[in-house]
């Protein structure tokens, strides 16, 4: 009996090592894409760093885009028309849409939006949504179970490049396909929509910090994790920016987006090297665990960059710090419906959809400071002219 | 094991191992903690400055307190996968208390907490007693209950603030006393009340029972009860640990992930026997105290978290391998197979 129950209790435990390590991956999958992706063509597995596209992204920054300065969702950075009489028809419409997920706050926030935008048009007759919870396979069934449907036409937001490209490109076989934040390695799609890319957003925070920071300055950086191509091109981007400057880069650390391993890489980097000059984060989740990080040491806070969740913001309000807030918009959720109206009414829409990413400075922070928001909450939301905003985003 | 043998026939089970015995439970992790420490020591020479070991302490807080619930659980011959789901929910069902009714004492909160921890581990332990679900089953489904009501909830995205006066107890040191903080006081408390339960009848009962719950139902042990006690002590431990938890770092809706998985890994490092019967409370919270110390050290050495898990991993085959070696050369040596006790 004793042998037994060891045997069991091995087996046990190889279970929960099994369990554990689907659990242990879910923040992984649940954080590491705050983001998207431009199409991601070029990267590599190995090397994340692509000059041209680089280039690219920076450039677009300083474009003049096309559309209403007020609605930034519906502005487009250096278009190139595609025409659409092909897709014409007349409404109702039914509206399809194959979402990669809802696993994290910057997913919650940008899927409200798209609801609320869809409520906005009563041509819309129907909206079927299917959610793939942030597995491949899930999604190219969905997929395929929604082109095999009576859409009129389909919304994808990926979540995975490479492995959802075929079921993409079948799709677009069927109907006309819409393709938003990361990409997908064909260009079947009609248009691809996604803000100007994840170098833009990493050399936002490095090139503050290059400013801000004293030559010779010690900098932190904090990345969720390794692999993740959309984060990866962030750090490639701010590595290319620190190495240009005279920073010095003491430490690179993986945090898995947990606030609590911030809070103590932090405190354990202040304490080796009697403090910090600058930190640098790939995404803005946890910053207000690496500003607290500096107060319960007792040090000044040092120029840190973070995102524009609401908690950052307030927290660089309220304690006057030295702060940049690069976006990745989650307005973009509302241009695939707009970009889908367009095209079933014949009217020309960008092939590369490009929106602007604001990046929040002191200069505008007191636009984006929503102090009645949740924590999680993306300010750059562009749903405040929504019908029950702010109820339905948890204000 | 002979030492944990239950005193035969007796209706009060009150056997006392040999004075040795719990030091040799606790001595292999006491070494490996040891060494880890001296590892730290020679990266990272300031690591022993009395404030920086403080905060060692107190970023351990909450795994150690799980560890003792999980030690609780697990030497009764059971499982809990539920407490990291546990944390996830309190921190989050704390922040949105708060967000619905802005000024509420923060003890109350810190009370539902506890209560919701209670009952958590009560319906797991009757859920693994009385409707004889396993406890891996019946505590992973939990998890997945916990887990997706907090997603339902908060749709992804938590809502609400935590107040000050309530992240005291995971941030803030005593007043009067800089140096020390709540959360060591913490710890301190529920190391010293794990000790003293473990030392009770009670306690000694609950290894009794997880070394052989047949006999010791013949004994006189009501074998459900105690079992029920071991997961809601757990849950409460969960709960404290969740109140640590977002005291440190805020509201997350991902608090508590993998922590589940993080005590489970301490226990065993701390030798204690899966299937239940054998180890010692005081080894499962150096285990987890060394499992902190090992991510503190990859920390240091700039070895990436996402290999964390892959550590994590080797630790528990590992230590479970080794212990089955050692246990099956004792079995063949003094145990004839006994087939109607199975």
């Known amino acids: 009996m004793r042998t037994r129950t060891r045997t069991v209790g091995v087996a046990v435990a190889a279970a929960a090592l099994l369990v554990a390590g689907c659990t242990s991956d879910l923040p992984d999958a649940g954080s590491g894409p705050t983001a998207g992706d431009e199409t991601g063509a070029d990267a590599t597995a190995s090397e994340f760093f692509d000059q041209a596209e680089y280039e690219r992204q920076l450039a677009l920054r ?16 250096e278009p190139e028309y595609v025409p659409t009489e092909q897709y014409q028809q007349d409404g109702p419409y039914h509206l399809c849409f194959s979402n990669a997920g809802l696993f994290n706050p910057w997913r919650s926030v940008g899927w409200r939006t798209m609801r609320a935008e869809v409520d906005l048009h009563p041509e819309i007759a129907e909206f079927t949504v299917l959610d793939a919870q942030g597995q491949d396979d899930k999604q190219i069934s969905d997929i395929q179970s929604l082109a095999s449907q009576d859409c009129d036409l389909l919304i994808v937001s990926p979540n995975t490049t490479a492995t959802l490209t075929p079921a993409v490109a079948a799709a677009c076989e069927q109907l006309p396909v819409i393709v938003f934040d990361r990409g997908v390695d064909t260009d079947c799609p009609v248009t691809f929509i996604s803000p100007i890319g994840g ?95 500096f107060e319960d040491a007792g040090v000044p806070v040092p120029p840190i960059t973070g995102e524009d969740q609401q908690d950052f913001l307030q927290a660089w309000d309220e304690r006057g710090l030295t702060a940049v807030a690069p976006g990745y918009p989650t307005f973009q959720w509302r241009t695939p419906v707009l970009a889908a109206l367009r095209v079933l009414g014949g009217q020309e829409v960008p092939e590369q959809w490009v929106l602007p990413q604001p990046v929040i400075t002191q200069d505008t922070l007191d636009d984006y400071l929503q102090p009645d928001m949740p924590p999680q909450h993306y300010a750059l939301c562009g749903c405040e002219d929504l019908p029950d905003f702010p109820a339905a985003w948890g204000g | 094991m002979t030492g944990t043998e239950p005193a035969s026939g007796a209706a009060h089970l009150r056997w006392r191992p040999a004075p040795l015995a719990g030091l040799r439970a606790v001595a292999p992790v006491l070494v490996l903690l040891v060494a880890l420490l001296v590892a730290l020591a020679v990266v990272d020479p300031g690591f022993f400055d009395p404030e920086r070991l403080l905060a060692f302490l107190r ?7 799980l560890a003792a619930g999980q030690y609780l659980v697990i030497v009764s011959g059971g499982f809990d996968l539920s407490v990291g789901a546990v944390v996830t929910a309190g921190v989050v069902v704390a922040a949105e208390l708060f967000n619905l009714a802005p000024g509420l004492p923060w003890l109350v909160v810190v009370a539902v907490l506890l209560l919701g921890g209670l009952l958590v581990g009560v319906v797991n332990g009757i ?15 939990m998890m997945l209950v916990l887990q997706g009501a907090v997603f339902f909830w908060t749709q992804g995205a938590p809502r609400g603030y935590l107040p000050e006066d309530y992240r005291m107890l995971g941030r803030s040191a005593v007043p009067g006393a800089e140096w020390l903080p709540w959360a060591v006081v913490v710890l301190a408390v529920v190391g010293v009340a794990a000790v003293l339960f473990m030392r009770s009848d009670t306690g000694r009962t609950l290894v009794a029972t997880g070394d052989n719950d047949v006999a010791a139902g013949l004994a006189g042990v009501r074998v459900a009860r105690l079992r029920i006690l071991a997961f809601a002590l757990s849950g409460v431990a969960a709960a404290v640990a969740a109140i640590l938890v977002g005291g440190f770092t805020g509201v997350s809706a991902q608090a508590g992930s993998g922590y589940e998985f993080q005590a ?55 230590a479970v391998a080794v212990g089955g070696i050692s246990w099956s050369r004792r079995a063949t040596r003094t145990h004839q197979p006994v087939r109607e006790s199975v």
């Open chain 1, 62 to 77: 300083e474009a003049t885009p096309d559309g209403p300065a007020d609605r930034p969702w519906e502005q487009a950075l």
């Open chain 1, 199 to 293: 170098y833009a957003y990493g050399a936002a925070g490095a090139e503050f910090l290059a400013e801000e920071v004293e030559p010779g300055g010690q900098v932190l950086a904090l990345r969720i994790s390794p692999g993740v191509d959309v984060l990866e091109h962030r750090w490639a981007a701010a590595e290319r920016v620190f190495e240009d400057s005279d920073l010095e880069v003491v430490g690179v650390q993986f945090t898995e987006d947990d606030p609590a391993t911030v809070k103590n890489t932090v405190s354990d980097y202040i304490q080796r090297f009697g403090g910090l000059d600058g930190v640098w984060m790939d995404a803005g989740a946890t910053a207000v665990a690496a500003v607290e990080a």
């Open chain 2, 59 to 65: 970023r351990s807080a909450p795994l150690v307190i």
């Open chain 2, 127 to 141: 859920v693994s007693t009385v409707f004889a679900v396993p406890s891996f089953i019946a505590t992973l489904g």
């Open chain 2, 264 to 318: 489970i890994t301490a226990v065993v490092l701390g030798g204690v026997a899966l299937g239940g019967g054998r180890g010692s409370v005081v080894a499962a919270m150096a285990g987890a105290f060394s499992l902190q110390a090992l991510f503190t050290l990859l920390t240091l050495l700039g070895v990436s978290g996402a290999l964390e898990s892959a550590v994590q991993g080797v630790i528990v085959i590992t």
